[in-house]
């Protein structure tokens, strides 16, 4: 079997599974804050992601129709579209908001909420958003819910059904990276569906550590839309992924402090004799 052949197989024997459906990227990306839509479309198409966020209170999907609409370059038919509530700052709006998407999107079901506590930090406001959880898994939403770090917080909104939690990194469009690895570690330990880091990635190197903790994918938007070329640290970004999930299910070297080991067998060597 041929190298490509391989890869090909073992991502299709290791799915991503998210609310009933399988895909074989773990990168998400966003559609906000690039220079245009054509740019967009490239860097997505670079990252190789199949899930694609839209803050539909920031992006025209059709509720303006004279105006040019992300639909155009990111066909629902080829992506699958994750309508968010980014800019909702109360459960109410949340709820609306991803309404208004699923009628404009056909009644599509899979949606990402997020429900912020203040405009600053855009730290997620979790009274809200267990509420507004509640509330779209009662109305048969399929919910990937943005959150804190917090341990607690991410197993109850498991039991009240989201099909996946999604812990902050850092804060959003901070790309300060994982800053505590040790909450992610004790939700990702206790959870029954997948965990995906969302907020704070920088660069690719933390999305390889999210990956290596045993997040099962990673969320991001502004780490690609910002950076000096998007559609090269798109690129950078799967391949960050991919490897990062690869040394997780290999399973690392334990950490040896002062534990010196040669590389090779010690046994055997060949010593010069003595003159």
Request: proline content about 6%.
């Amino acid at each position: 079997m041929s190298a490509i052949a391989s890869n090909i197989a073992a991502s299709a024997a290791d799915p991503l599974l998210i609310g009933g459906r399988q895909f074989s990227s773990r990168l998400l990306i966003g559609t906000g804050k690039y220079k245009d839509f054509d740019e967009t479309r490239r860097a997505i198409d670079a990252s190789g992601a199949e899930i694609v966020t839209v803050a539909i209170r920031r992006t025209n999907i059709g509720q303006n129709p004279n105006e040019p609409s992300l639909l155009d370059a990111v066909p629902p038919s080829k992506f699958v579209y994750l309508p968010n509530t980014a800019g909702c700052y109360n459960a109410a709006d949340a709820v609306r908001t991803l309404r208004l998407a699923r009628e404009l999107l056909d009644g599509h079901d899979l949606v990402k909420l997020e429900v912020l506590g203040d405009p600053h930090t855009l730290f997620p406001n979790v009274i809200e958003t267990l509420a507004a959880a509640e509330t779209l898994v009662k109305d048969g939403f399929k919910v990937m819910v943005y959150t804190s770090d917090d341990p607690l917080i991410a197993k109850r909104l498991e039991e009240i059904g989201c099909v996946a939690v999604m812990p902050l990194a850092s804060l959003i469009g901070s790309g300060m990276g994982i800053l505590n690895p040790w909450n992610l570690r004790l939700i990702i330990d206790q959870a029954c569906v997948p965990v995906i880091v969302d907020a704070g990635v920088g660069t690719a190197s933390d999305a390889a550590i999210a990956m290596e903790l045993g997040c099962d994918a990673v969320l991001m938007n502004t780490a690609v839309a910002l950076a000096k070329n998007p559609v090269l640290m798109a690129q950078a970004m799967k391949k960050a992924v991919e490897a990062g999930r690869d040394a997780f299910l290999a399973g690392r070297m334990p950490k040896k402090l002062y534990s010196a080991s040669p590389s090779s067998p010690a046994a055997g060597l060949i010593t010069p004799k003595a003159a």
